[in-house]
């Protein structure tokens, strides 16, 4: 069984930053490509960044320059910072793993529960 769990989450004034992070534990044998997500009231979820098992990284074009995603292999955990905080990025935000549980099964992607963040003065 896998689980991701997400910490971080909260609420800040514009302009402010907040780190958020995801544990992935369980039964992992190789962990690929992690990411995080949002979805806010009323609209669909989005991706906001990737980041590969090599750390090559994806950012939507939204938070560009203001995000950045990073990943602890040794840990298994995926970070996003994020700074300049605008009130569109209010949002739960969600971690996703990209994993096999061991040598012969299929990659599959898990879900965490996620986490709230809200920008607002």
């Known amino acids: 069984q896998v689980q991701l769990v997400e910490s971080g989450g909260g609420l800040v004034q514009p302009g402010g930053s907040l780190r958020l992070s995801c544990a992935a534990s369980g039964n992992i044998y190789s962990l690929y490509t992690m990411g995080w997500y949002r979805q806010a009231p009323g609209k669909q979820r989005e991706l906001v960044a990737l980041?590969?098992?090599?750390?090559?990284?994806n950012y939507v074009d939204s938070v560009k320059g203001r995000f950045t995603i990073s990943r602890d292999n040794a840990k298994n955990t995926v970070n996003l910072q994020m700074n300049s905080l605008k009130p569109e990025d209010t949002a739960v935000y969600y971690c996703?793993?990209?994993?096999?549980?061991?040598?012969?099964?299929?990659?599959?992607?898990?879900w965490g529960q996620g986490t709230q963040v809200t920008v607002s003065s």
């Open positions: 996703n793993a990209n994993l096999r549980t061991d040598a012969t099964a299929k990659a599959y992607t898990y």
């Open positions: 980041i590969s098992g090599g750390g090559s990284t």
